[in-house]
Nanobody, 127 residues
């Protein structure tokens, strides 16, 4: 089993920054593609950013591009999401997921392609 634990969420004013961390433990069997998702009340979980197993490729959705950056430290089994210039519409619970499927060079955006999930961390951006 794999355990994912997110941290770093909180309350921040619009324009502020947060850095989320996701630590993987358990039977990780080496690095896998990792994704960050978010879910606001009444909405479906949506892809925000992802990073390949090697860290050489990333994918960031347009609505956070230029503001959010995804990175990983494989030696620490940790994935990060640096969030800058936060907006009230970024308010959501943020989750990290691990994709153990072979998806080739692409970073999947569909939540159902991710096998393991963390418990989520709340991010609230006030206006």
């Amino acid at each position: 089993q794999v355990q994912l634990v997110e941290s770093g969420g909180g309350l921040v004013q619009a324009g502020g920054s947060l850095r989320l961390s996701c630590v993987a433990s358990g039977r990780t069997f080496g690095p896998y593609t990792m994704g960050w998702f978010r879910q606001a009340p009444g909405k479906e979980r949506e892809f925000v950013a992802g990073i390949s197993s090697s860290g050489g490729r990333t994918d960031v959705v347009d609505f956070v591009k230029g503001r959010f950056t995804v990175s990983r430290d494989s030696a620490k089994n940790t994935v990060y999401l640096q969030m800058d210039s936060l907006k009230p519409e970024d308010t959501a619970v943020y989750y990290c997921g691990q994709c153990i499927l072979n998806t080739g060079p692409s970073i999947p955006r569909a939540p159902n392609l991710y096998t393991y999930w963390g418990q989520g961390t709340q991010v609230t951006v006030s206006s």
